[in-house]
């Protein structure tokens, strides 16, 4: 077929389209005069006059009902059972204008007459409709409504909308008290179920059972099979599992929780075996998010990337092929991949940008930037990177550049107020943070804050303690600065800067100093991994800003500094 009949064939299909409209535009008119109209529909005492022919053409239900043998000849009236008028008169305006305005207040009612009446093309307006609206207030009676008319597709985005956000959904939303029994277990089994905590699923339990106590107290022992009970802080199981009033009157609780305090003993002993993934009490969920650790310095330059599961506690190596080695270089992830940017192989400073897409696992090269920049700091801020100062071979250098992926190219941007390398950046609120560095005489005490709208940089308070080779990221809505080296000395203190007050604050320390470490936030907790003590360390904690506590992590394989962090989504590899 050439493109002119190809062409001639459009503009046919075009004209018939345009002749339709108009035919089904003078039907409606008939309608709405009563002309040649052959049937009346009564929904609850309310008639709508119809045309038979233009009902059977949107609707098998109206073809039986009008052509079947069931249909008495010379009848013109037709009431129809369990559908409101409201709905009723949308279904017969989109049988004539193939149109039909789905709101938040006819979606349910439109749904069931489409079910009725068996017309698909409206229930897949009702499914568009409430797929568009998923969020955390509705995506529970989506599901159930996705889930009693049998709209598959629907149903596993509500579903697994909601097991990504059970925390807020499980404590907050009236409609998940309505799930069904089926319904919860299978959502609180599941491995993706988005929890960091296993105490959060018990507490849901209680929490629909609380609802209706007297028919679901029954139900207990089917669901708390499917918290991972072994996971639970020692504390909450002995003081709240055990003693719980249900718990305690079901016989085959107690076994569960027996067996429960069995595992918890047997992974206080031996630690975590590899059998726990197979074991239910103790099988840790999948992660929502990872964290990456990309390159560094081993003996030399390193090439890997290691992920980390926060629920597992546990490393892996994901890459299935290995760039050139890097260190000293900064990374991001946006938009489904992870950018590594400048650093040094361990002989030349680098101005090549590295992208690696997590899902396949494999590497490329983008545009590089238009400075090499080892020591660089690196944020993403309104979907573009940015990159700060860094160490060029021959100076310290104040410049910043910034990357647009959609046309690939770097562009210079208004300079820092302050040479810096080794420093490190964050972005809160929209803006950019800057902090820390060495500026090829002294470490820099100094801090400053670009904002991308005004392309102007402001300085802000100083860091208590001057840092370069700073860990800078924001938790919390505010900037933390944490280890680093001053004087020679590897700093372990961290600081706290709120931009409300302009006043940094000290933190609780790290149990270890470190400087050129990894930096991230997974899990609501403030991660730091491995770095530079005076020697390289493998070496891995976390701060819970709610308890203002340091907790020790699972070290990595292999003691690295100079390396980069960033959280990408979970691996489809990750199950394995």
Not at 27 to 40: E, H, I, M, P
Not at 184 to 198: A, C, F, G, I, P
Request: with cysteine; glycine share 6%; aromatic share 10%.
């Amino acid at each position: 077929m050439n493109a002119q009949s190809t062409s001639k064939e459009m503009n046919s299909y075009d004209m018939e389209r345009e002749i339709m409209s108009e035919a089904f535009g003078i039907f409606n008119d008939l309608r709405q005069t009563g002309a040649l109209c052959d049937a009346v529909i009564v929904v609850n005492g309310v008639k709508f006059t119809v045309h038979k022919i233009i009902l059977c053409g949107c609707s098998t239900y109206f073809r039986a009902l009008f052509a079947s043998g069931w249909n008495v000849k010379g009848k013109d009236e037709y009431i129809i059972p369990g559908i409101s008028p409201e709905a009723m008169k949308l279904v017969i305006d989109y049988a004539y204008t193939h149109s039909v305005l789905v709101t938040a207040d006819n979606v349910e009612s439109l749904l069931a007459a489409a079910d009725q009446l068996n017309i698909p093309s409206i229930m897949e307006h009702c499914n568009n409709f409430l797929q568009d609206q998923l969020c955390r207030d509705n995506c529970v009676g989506i599901f159930i409504i996705a889930d009693v008319y049998h709209l598959s597709e629907l149903r596993e985005s509500a579903f697994f909308f909601m097991v990504k956000n059970f925390k807020q959904v499980a404590s907050s939303s009236e409609e998940f008290l309505q799930l069904t029994v089926e319904q919860l277990s299978s959502v609180v089994e599941k491995d993706e179920l988005n929890v960091s905590q296993e105490e959060v699923v018990f507490d849901a339990i209680l929490r629909w059972i609380a609802h209706e106590p007297s028919s679901r107290n029954c139900h207990i022992a089917v669901l708390l099979p499917k918290v991972r009970l072994a996971r639970l802080n020692e504390e909450y199981l002995m003081k709240t599992v055990i003693k719980n009033d249900l718990v305690k009157a079901s016989k085959e609780c107690r076994r569960i929780v027996s067996d429960a305090l069995k595992a918890v003993y047997d992974l206080d002993i031996t630690g975590p075996p590899g059998s726990d993934f197979e074991n239910p009490l103790t099988r840790p969920r999948l992660p929502s998010e990872i964290l990456l650790a990309i390159g560094g310095w081993t003996e030399s330059p390193a090439s890997q990337v290691t992920a980390y599961d926060t629920r597992a506690d546990r490393w892996a190596d994901v890459a299935l092929e290995h760039e050139s080695p890097l260190s000293y270089h900064g990374s991001v992830y946006l938009d489904g991949f992870v950018y590594c940017i400048g650093g040094t192989d361990g002989l030349v400073c680098s101005n090549s940008v590295r992208r690696f897409n997590p899902f396949t696992r494999t590497w490329d090269r983008v545009a590089p930037m238009q400075t090499r920049r080892c020591y660089v700091s690196v944020a993403v801020a309104d979907g573009y990177i940015y990159a700060f100062g860094g160490f060029d071979g021959l100076t310290r250098l104040n410049t910043a550049e910034r990357y647009d992926p959609a046309s690939n190219s770097w562009t210079f941007i208004q300079p820092m107020q302050e040479r810096r390398s080794d420093a490190s950046a964050t972005t809160l609120h929209g803006k950019i943070y800057v902090c820390g560095g060495y500026n090829g005489n002294t470490t820099v005490q100094t801090a400053e804050c670009y904002d991308p709208v005004t392309e102007q940089w402001t300085t802000i308070a100083p860091m208590r303690t001057p840092r370069h080779g700073v860990g800078v990221i924001s938790f919390k809505d505010k900037v933390y600065a944490v280890g680093g080296t001053f004087q020679y000395r590897h700093l372990r203190s961290v600081e706290a800067y709120d931009p409300v007050t302009n006043c940094w604050q000290a933190v609780k320390p790290m149990h270890n100093t470190r400087s050129n470490f990894g930096i991230e936030v997974i899990d609501d907790l403030l991660f730091v991994v491995g770095g530079y003590t005076g020697s390289r360390t493998t070496k891995v904690e976390c701060f819970d800003a709610e308890t203002g506590t340091w907790y020790a992590a699972q070290d990595m394989c292999c003691s690295r500094s100079s390396l980069s962090c960033c959280v990408v989504p979970a691996l489809p590899s990750m199950v394995e």
